[in-house]
């Protein structure tokens, strides 16, 4: 086979192109680009190549080629064949990061902001890409304490003049625009400078804010004087702290890779008026491309990713394809993008800054899966497993008295908790406050789901952890076994300070872990989070049932209503704090009257 896929290279065109190799299923595996096709796609064929190349090679039944016009049309179409088949050996960045977007519709009678995922052509206002949802909520919040906007989550004017202002507006951290008296006019005016600063016009506000200050110095208008003084102070301190109002603003990025032994590391840097705002970065398998092509790569990625690109893009090293990949970023961003190496001053030093970067994470990185590796070794030998344990899943039971109990199933693989495989169970055979019945439903319904073929539980843990002593790890080494699998049980023993001091096996052998710093901390992550998932469960359950017993004694109150209400007032409390006539829209009138009387019967209503 080897021999015909080289005369199959060898009859191929020295024209620039694509080229797609696929294995036995027919499914492809790379995809790459060429100058000249047939130049390149034989290179695979003769010669030595590096362990992972030869191993691409090793599966090749088949390729296919496509000739296309010019070297910058091969390098669109490359990205676009990898984008649709997201092939196994070529380099990918993860597209489940997230950049998310600030959204306001100033066309709306009271804007306010929300956080999109993407943008739309629907004549709203959006900011962004930021880095995470944490840090874009962030952003909102900073803007609206300096410009004292609300931030209490209240929907305007639904809830003009309904409540008291809240702690924020007694704090001078709002100024309570949810009053009757409030001005309607005033609110849009921040919402106005707000939108100034996500745009990056804090200076230009601040210097119009100091303006309006002195006019109304000059007029005797000492109260708005000093709001608005206030109000530039907040500003500037604002500015200084250097936010991430928007890595979409930044105008320059500057871009560092670094290959390790056996995995590299991306890094993108971003530069707003020559500061340093926010950093990128993904560690990565060590791609089969040479270092420039792979850089070329992750760039097209990682801008389409995003969907905002810089004015200028710089490199530490040279990229051959830095005039295609300059091209193809201008498609993206709609205008010029400047893609360099630069030889000195201050951007070079950028430059070099986002390479050590790569360079110091890529370390960072290989230290901590030294440790984890170091970790699972101890652990394979200390419990006499037959490997090295690398997914690890730990059960918990949480409950107050015999309400809602609950069972949190948390996985770690690799060393580090993998959230997409957490699993939640809510008892359902087990009546009142019995912990060891809790857990052997929690992990019979586990392993059920797994043995019924469910893909969610489809995969088997390396080590089961329960939180307990060898009671609890004997109740659960008894199912695994009635289930007819051979998974290693161990409970999680805490000391009088709350943190687990051993394991323990079903038996009552304790294995001791505090002599060892790198297990001790490890296995005491694992039970935390454990617990923590279990209790934050309980919890939403818990003000579920609150919600359902506020409402579901009334009369004439079922299900449907309840949503209904819930939905038209956001919450229990609005719906208790709502007039008898705005119940009414919602509910009939007579569910209406039960309702306000019900929670109104301390008024005599």
């Keep these: 086979m080897l021999e015909e896929l080289r005369e199959k ?17 027919g499914e492809v595996i790379y995809v790459g680009k060429a100058k000249k096709l047939k130049n390149r796609v034989s290179s695979y064929f003769h010669g030595s190549h590096n362990a992972k190349t030869e191993a691409m090679i090793s599966k090749i039944a088949s390729f296919d080629t496509i000739v296309a016009g010019s070297e910058f049309e091969a390098l669109v179409l490359e990205n676009s064949l990898i984008k649709h088949h997201m092939p196994k050996y070529n380099i990918l960045l993860k597209d489940d990061k997230g950049y998310p977007f600030i959204r306001v519709d100033m066309a709306s009678e009271y804007p306010s902001f929300s ?3 993407r943008t739309a052509k629907d004549g709203a206002l959006y900011f962004g890409p930021y880095g995470g949802r944490s840090s874009t909520k962030a952003a909102i919040e900073a803007v609206c304490k300096a410009l004292r906007l609300p931030t209490c989550g209240k929907k305007f ?12 507006y007694h704090m001078g951290a709002c100024d309570a625009f949810c009053r009757k008296d409030a001005s309607a006019a005033e609110y849009r005016k921040r919402m106005e400078e707000a939108v100034m600063v996500l745009d990056g016009k804090t200076d230009s506000l601040i210097q119009s804010l100091r303006t309006e200050m002195e006019q109304a110095a000059e007029a005797l208008q000492f109260e708005k004087a000093a709001q608005l003084r206030d109000a530039v102070r907040n500003l500037t301190s604002l500015n200084t702290k250097q936010y991430v109002w928007s890595t979409a603003m930044a ?11 056996g995995r590299s590391c991306f890094t993108v840097l971003h530069y707003i008026g020559g500061k340093l705002l926010d950093k990128d970065q993904e560690i990565l ?6 270092d420039d092509e792979a850089v070329s790569a992750l760039l097209r990625q990682y801008y389409s990713l995003r969907g905002s690109v810089p004015r200028s893009v710089l490199l530490a090293r040279p990229c051959a394809d830095a005039e295609h990949l300059e091209r193809y970023l201008e498609t993206v961003a709609g205008r010029r993008v400047s893609v360099s190496v630069p030889a000195r001053g201050e951007r070079l030093r950028w430059a070099r800054a986002a390479e050590l970067n790569a360079v110091e994470e890529m370390e960072r990185v290989t230290t901590r899966e030294e440790r984890i590796t170091k970790t699972a070794a101890w652990l394979q030998k200390a419990l006499e497993l037959p490997q090295p344990p690398d997914r690890i899943e730990s059960f918990d039971i949480s409950n107050t008295g015999a309400a809602d109990v609950v069972a949190s199933m948390v996985v770690f693989q690799g060393g580090r908790p993998l959230k997409r495989d957490y699993r939640r169970f809510k008892m359902k055979t087990v009546q009142g406050q019995d912990d060891f019945h809790s857990m052997q439903e929690a992990v019979s319904r586990r392993f059920a789901r797994y043995q019924s073929g469910d893909e969610k539980f489809s995969v088997l843990p390396d080590l089961l952890l329960i939180d307990g002593g060898a009671v609890h790890a004997s109740i659960a080494r008894d199912v695994v076994r009635e289930a007819g699998l051979q998974i290693p049980v161990y409970g999680m023993v805490k000391d009088d300070r709350h943190r687990t001091r051993a394991l323990i096996t079903p038996e009552g052998q304790e294995i001791g872990i505090a002599a060892q710093p790198s297990v001790f901390a490890f296995i005491g992550s694992i039970q935390e989070e454990t617990h923590r998932f279990a209790i934050e469960y309980h919890k939403s359950l818990h003000t579920r049932s609150s919600v359902r017993s506020g409402l579901d004694e009334i009369p004439g109150v079922g299900p449907t209503r309840r949503a209904a209400l819930l939905k038209a007032f956001g919450s229990l409390k609005a719906v208790k704090a709502a007039g008898e006539e705005e119940l009414a829209r919602v509910v009939p009138r007579n569910v209406a009257a039960a309702v306000y009387a019900a929670f109104h019967k301390e008024s005599g209503a």
């Design 9 to 25: 290279a060898l009859s191929l065109p020295l024209k620039p192109g694509v080229y797609i190799m696929m294995d036995a299923a």
């Design 115 to 117: 956080i999109v995922s």
């Design 157 to 168: 004017p639904r809830d003009i003049g309904k409540e008291r202002p809240c702690l924020n």
């Design 251 to 261: 105008d320059t990025d500057a871009v560092g890779f670094y290959r390790g032994t």
């Design 285 to 290: 398998d060590n791609p089969l491309e040479d």
